[in-house]
């Protein structure tokens, strides 16, 4: 277990919050590039051939859009006069610096402005790099039953690259085998991702991750995809349908770690609804009873992995604060784990309502306002194992995943959790070109909703 020196909590003094919302977080937009492939380390070249894993890569990444050209704030910094997001309050769409939205088209517009800072982004998704992309998965439980203490193996995707850049199902033990012996980052969206953005998003987290020199060269990446899509029309229903979901994605979760090689090191990392399918896999892997709140009866794991090395960090976790403490519905997810990070926000506008939701114990957010001293003290000697900072500095209202991963400070946080002990300091960003109005030229840039 690290040392809690290396965890330190950041606890900076909240506000008394009323009145909370839970929201969602999508990642990314979408396109299609082109890369070449490299074999897969760790996998025998011969089965890497069968699976079609080998050979020029046309891989499908995701087009940012943008800010208006008179609000070029800085990634990781809030927009000046409001969110770039579609939707509803319930259904805030995507968030996040260089992204916009023209009609039911997310687009390039001001992605190439270097006030952004998503030129970096853009250029290493048009060519990204070989090594790359061959550590890149996508394990999906959407065609799973949807159901608390159903097995996922039976209905569990795995997905790589084939040589036509294509996703292709293949062998999960490909997957398991690169697994071993290298450090593995998995990213659990909100709630609204298709499958698509799930992997976008993943590809956005991984850039301003390894830019800021927060995630290891040998890491093994994961996009967990769990069915989180629009399910129903109605904002409210669809939102606590996800809430169950969730719960569901948790178990599926806990048992797809169940498989992983001997003292593996995984991160996991959640963000809004995310941030409650992660501590429900930690709690059940820490020996825990869960049920998805549906009336169903609790589940436990049919086997524990005390030799796993899991840390997690959550982004505006959308679960109550209560629940991590002794004898609440996630009090054995510290148990799970050897290190917790809650990145919350006092001011996130999305978590406002949270605490009338059917599927909650309507307590306030822990990605909203984190844990109250008491509630520390109630975790004696657990304590260690969490740490907490308010965002709210940086983010300001938003709601957002790629806004936290993109600010470096924000990044350095999560470095020691995600097994990269000293990141040594900073890079300097690199200056890129002007923007390319030719390219935006026939876009109007949207308006801020």
């Known amino acids: 277990m690290p040392d809690a020196r290396t965890f330190p909590a950041n606890r900076p003094g909240r506000p008394i919050a009323v009145a909370l919302v839970l929201a969602f977080a999508a990642s990314a937009a979408e396109a299609q590039t082109a890369a070449p492939a490299t074999p897969l380390a760790g996998i025998d070249p011969a089965v890497q051939q069968q699976a079609g894993l080998l050979g020029g890569l046309r891989l499908p990444l995701p087009l940012g859009g943008g800010k208006s050209p008179d609000d070029p704030a800085a990634p990781g910094q809030p927009p000046r006069g409001g969110r770039p997001r579609p939707g509803s309050m319930f259904d805030p769409g995507a968030a996040g610096p260089g992204i916009s939205q023209s009609g039911n088209q997310n687009f390039l517009d001001g992605a190439l402005d270097p006030r952004t800072g998503w030129p970096l982004v853009w250029l290493d998704h048009f060519r990204p790099r070989p090594e790359r992309v061959a550590r890149f998965w996508v394990v999906s439980t959407r065609d799973c039953p949807q159901e608390m203490g159903t097995d996922p193996w039976p209905g569990l995707v795995v997905r790589h690259f084939d040589a036509d850049g294509q996703l292709i199902r293949v062998d999960p033990r490909l997957m398991l085998d690169q697994a071993a012996g290298n450090p593995v ?8 991702t298709t499958p698509d953005i799930a992997l976008g998003g993943l590809l956005w987290t991984h850039t301003w991750l390894r830019e800021a020199r927060c995630l290891p060269e040998d890491a093994v990446v994961i996009a967990f995809d769990w069915p989180s899509q629009r399910v129903y029309k109605h904002d409210v229903r669809d939102i606590n349908e996800k809430g169950r979901r969730a719960f569901v994605a948790g178990y599926h979760l806990a048992r797809f770690l169940l498989a992983f090689p001997p003292g593996g090191r995984v991160c996991i990392l959640g963000q809004s609804y995310g941030g409650r399918v992660v501590p429900s896999a930690l709690h059940l892997l820490g020996g825990g009873a869960l049920n998805s709140m549906d009336r169903d009866p609790d589940v436990r794991l049919p086997s524990l992995r005390p030799d796993l090395h899991v840390r997690a960090v959550i982004i505006a976790g959308a679960s109550d604060r209560m629940w991590l403490d002794p004898g609440r519905r996630l009090d054995r997810a510290l148990h799970g784990c050897e290190a917790f990070l809650n990145l919350y926000n006092r001011r996130d506008e999305s978590l406002r309502l949270y605490p009338f939701l059917s599927r909650s114990d309507h307590h306030h957010a822990l990605g909203r306002l984190g844990l109250a001293d008491r509630d520390l003290a109630r975790l004696g000697p657990l304590a260690a194992r969490y740490a907490e900072h308010d ?32 990141p040594g300091p900073l890079p300097e960003r690199t200056p890129t070109a002007p923007r390319d109005t030719q390219l935006g030229a026939s876009r109007r840039p949207s308006r801020v909703r």
Request: glycine share 4%.
């Open 185 to 192: 980052f998995i990213q659990v969206q909100g709630s609204l």
């Open 391 to 422: 965002v709210h500095d940086i983010l300001g209202t938003e709601h957002t995943l790629l806004d936290a991963i993109a600010n470096r400070s924000i990044a350095r946080r999560i470095a020691p959790y995600a097994f990269t002990a000293d």
